[in-house]
């Protein structure tokens, strides 16, 4: 049901409380996700984004009962991706002909998805909408994530729809991000920065400060996922900009997959190494056929280093790691060192091929890896804490 958020703006999405998965099953969500969208009342009605298909009939239901829908005046679609637009098709059977502002890449994504003329009004950054006493500013952000994103603001109550930035895969009974719980909120945002945002960080710096020169009072940011920023609203502006900037923590992460332990007590001991030379560091170990892979790349965005293993297979080395390294050489890290280990047992293709994979992922890969014949024994274990000394000591 509609939750105010201030006297003219109401919240009229959808927390998906069931969700497990988003972008197919590409994104875990452990906690599920709201789709926001927002109703602004001034002379004009002003519908901000809808919610994903699956839930359009409920949307539009529930929003006829805030609003007769024939008096929404216009549709601002700040994205065109379904999360958002799923529900347009249901509520435009009901106003066709209801103008839609957006950019001229929503306008492709939206005709491209749901091959509908409707009445598409091409905006950029700078234009304006008026309402009456408040106006809306349009702002271009593209690549935020899409080609076709767009944040808008709303005069008089000073607040920035800024769609799917800021926004976190978060279901919650609570709006307000004062209301939530600090660390379950910061643990979705910076997953959600990781996995979605990384790829386009240098174009996040350049829109905030964008965004910034405009000199606009903002006195909360309201995402399309997630709780509204309320109290101090800038403080996500603030972590985006660190987290934009080449990220990274006192932490090394240690991924691997294994056949019969070789790999994983190799990886135990390059563990013990680096603890030895570094008992400051913060170390994560991660089975990479076993851990939640969102979980994990939102560990390689916070590290400084990155240490991957597998044993040699048919040549090559195991599926969940290989899959795990296309998703992260996608993603575009900067400023992170790597190394790759493994055992084998005749061939020993792995440590090359996964020290390739990380160089053209853009890791600084800082030697040619250890490569452990069988299981370890006493001496090769002695070599995977050495290989691990020798990696933090890097840092130094
Ligand atoms: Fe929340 Fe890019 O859709």
């Known amino acids: 049901?509609?939750?105010?958020?201030?006297?003219?703006?109401?919240?009229?999405?959808?927390?998906?409380?069931?969700?497990?998965?988003?972008?197919?099953?590409?994104?875990?969500?452990?906690?599920?996700?709201?789709?926001?969208?927002?109703?602004?009342?001034?002379e004009k009605t002003v519908l901000i984004?809808?919610?994903?298909?699956?839930?359009?009939?409920?949307?539009?239901?529930?929003?006829?009962?805030?609003?007769?829908?024939?008096?929404?005046?216009?549709?601002?679609m700040n994205h065109g991706e379904p999360d958002h637009s799923g529900a347009l098709p249901e509520l435009l059977r009901v106003i066709p002909g209801t103008p839609i502002y957006c950019t001229a890449n929503a306008v492709k994504?939206?005709?491209?998805?749901?091959?509908?003329?409707w009445n598409f009004q091409v905006v950029k950054t700078g234009d304006k909408l008026n309402l009456?006493?408040?106006?809306?500013?349009?702002?271009?952000?593209?690549?935020l994530h899409?080609?076709?994103?767009?944040?808008?603001?709303?005069?008089?109550?000073?607040?920035?729809?800024?769609?799917?930035?800021?926004?976190?895969?978060?279901?919650?009974?609570?709006?307000?991000?004062?209301?939530?719980?600090?660390?379950?909120l910061y643990v979705e945002a910076i997953k959600y920065y990781a996995n979605i945002l990384t790829p386009f960080s240098k174009l996040v710096d350049k829109k905030i400060k964008d965004v910034l020169a405009l000199n606009l009072p903002v006195a909360m940011i309201c995402p399309s996922h997630g709780v509204i920023w309320r109290e101090n609203p800038l403080q996500i502006v603030t972590q985006y900009q660190q987290w934009a900037g080449n990220y990274q923590e006192n932490q090394v992460t240690i991924l691997y997959d294994t056949m019969w332990d070789g790999t994983r007590k190799?990886?135990?001991?390059?563990?013990?190494?680096i603890k030895a030379a570094d008992p400051e560091v913060s170390l994560k170990l991660y089975?990479?056929?076993?851990?939640?892979?969102?979980?994990?790349i939102t560990e390689v965005?916070?590290?400084?280093?990155?240490?991957?293993?597998?044993?040699?297979?048919?040549?090559?080395?195991?599926?969940?790691?290989?899959?795990?390294?296309?998703?992260?050489?996608?993603?575009?890290?900067?400023?992170?060192?790597?190394?790759?280990?493994?055992?084998?047992?005749?061939?020993?293709?792995?440590?090359?091929?996964?020290?390739?994979?990380?160089?053209?992922?853009?890791?600084?890969?800082?030697?040619?890896?250890?490569?452990?014949?069988?299981?370890p024994d006493q001496d090769s274990r002695e070599s995977c804490v050495g290989f691990g000394r020798e990696f933090a000591k890097l840092f130094k």
């Open 1 to 42: 049901m509609p939750i105010k958020v201030t006297e003219n703006v109401s919240w009229v999405g959808k927390v998906d409380w069931e969700l497990r998965t988003f972008h197919g099953e590409e994104y875990s969500t452990h906690k599920g996700s709201t789709y926001n969208a927002y109703l602004v009342k001034d």
């Open 49 to 76: 984004d809808t919610v994903w298909g699956p839930f359009a009939k409920e949307f539009v239901a529930n929003l006829a009962k805030e609003i007769d829908l024939k008096q929404i005046d216009y549709i601002i």
């Open 109 to 117: 994504s939206l005709r491209g998805q749901y091959h509908e003329d």
């Open 132 to 143: 009456g006493s408040r106006e809306i500013t349009f702002v271009e952000a593209p690549m």
């Open 146 to 184: 899409w080609p076709d994103s767009m944040f808008c603001y709303l005069s008089g109550d000073n607040i920035l729809f800024s769609n799917d930035a800021f926004g976190q895969h978060y279901a919650t009974e609570f709006l307000f991000n004062d209301l939530v719980d600090q660390n379950e």
């Open 266 to 273: 190799s990886a135990e001991a390059i563990v013990e190494g």
């Open 287 to 296: 089975n990479t056929a076993r851990a939640d892979k969102n979980d994990i």
């Open 301 to 375: 965005f916070r590290s400084k280093g990155i240490l991957v293993g597998s044993p040699t297979v048919n040549r090559g080395i195991l599926s969940s790691l290989a899959g795990i390294l296309e998703e992260i050489k996608g993603l575009g890290f900067k400023n992170k060192k790597a190394a790759a280990f493994g055992t084998y047992g005749w061939s020993g293709e792995s440590v090359k091929i996964i020290s390739s994979n990380l160089a053209e992922a853009g890791f600084e890969v800082v030697n040619d890896g250890l490569k452990v014949l069988w299981n």
